[in-house]
């Protein structure tokens, strides 16, 4: 049993490191915030949009940063004490332990999905749309725009970076999922170039 007397002194040390936690997420996110935008709603095509994305995918995304099992280019700050800078996220995530990259992740998972203002071409964007409905529906629900299938949003993404993202796929840079990778293999450019805006026709 704790003694009466120990109970406020427990309280107050428990508030202590709650707030030392929600600070040190906020630092964080702040870092965050210099290259994909206040609550992840990035305003810039190379860099994804991220506040809206599922706890689970973003912890998965943020490990394998972490572990280099995504590639890590450089990138400029945009904003924040770091701007005009050069870093990449594999630094980023190296500096972070396991309940950093939780809380993060849980932090940003709460934040809506701000879909990107930009122009798809609507002919390209309707063939994209069969072509999702017929390979990528499975795990990429209601259109790519479900947080719950725990793998990104799709729906409203930047088509800059679905781009880069493929390109990466493609050349063997960043390891497809066992089960997209055949579906996705059979792709042509012209196909992904189609899915591209489909995604990024989603307003």
Same mark, same amino acid.
């Given at each position: ?8 002194? #427990?309280?107050?040390?428990? @508030? $202590?490191?709650?707030?030392? $936690? ?20 990035? $305003? /810039? ?9 599922? $706890? ?13 099992? =995504?590639?890590?280019? &450089?990138? /400029?700050?945009?904003? %924040?004490?770091?701007?005009? !800078?050069?870093? *990449?996220?594999? /630094? ?13 992740? +849980? ?7 701000? =879909?990107?203002? !930009? ?8 063939? %994209? &749309? ?10 990429? /629900? ?5 947080? *719950? ?7 409203? !993404?930047?088509? !800059?970076?679905?781009?880069?993202? @493929?390109?990466? @796929?493609?050349? %063997?840079? =960043?390891?497809?999922?066992?089960? #997209?990778?055949? &579906? @996705? +293999?059979?792709?042509?450019? +012209? +196909?992904? *170039? ?10």
């Amino acid at each position: 049993m704790t003694s009466n007397w120990l109970r406020p002194w #427990m309280m107050a040390a428990a @508030f $202590a490191l709650s707030a030392s $936690a929600r600070a040190d997420v906020a630092v964080t996110l702040e870092t965050c915030a210099a290259c994909h935008g206040k609550d992840g709603a990035s $305003a /810039t095509p190379e860099v994804p949009i991220i506040g809206g994305y599922s $706890a689970t995918y973003l912890t998965e995304s943020l490990t394998n940063y972490k572990n280099k099992a =995504r590639p890590c280019p &450089k990138a /400029t700050y945009n904003s %924040g004490p770091l701007k005009g !800078q050069s870093g *990449d996220m594999c /630094t980023v995530a190296a500096a972070l332990a396991d309940a950093d990259i939780a809380a993060v992740a +849980d932090a940003l998972s709460k934040k809506p999905f701000v =879909r990107a203002k !930009q122009t798809a071409d609507a002919a390209k964007a309707a063939h %994209g &749309k069969q072509i999702h409905d017929a390979n990528c529906t499975k795990c990429h /629900t209601e259109g790519g725009s479900s947080a *719950d299938d725990d793998a990104g949003i799709l729906a409203g !993404q930047w088509m !800059q970076y679905i781009h880069h993202t @493929f390109e990466e @796929f493609k050349s %063997g840079q =960043r390891p497809l999922p066992k089960k #997209m990778k055949p &579906k @996705f +293999d059979v792709l042509s450019p +012209d +196909d992904l *170039d189609a899915l591209a805006n489909y995604y990024g026709s989603v307003k």
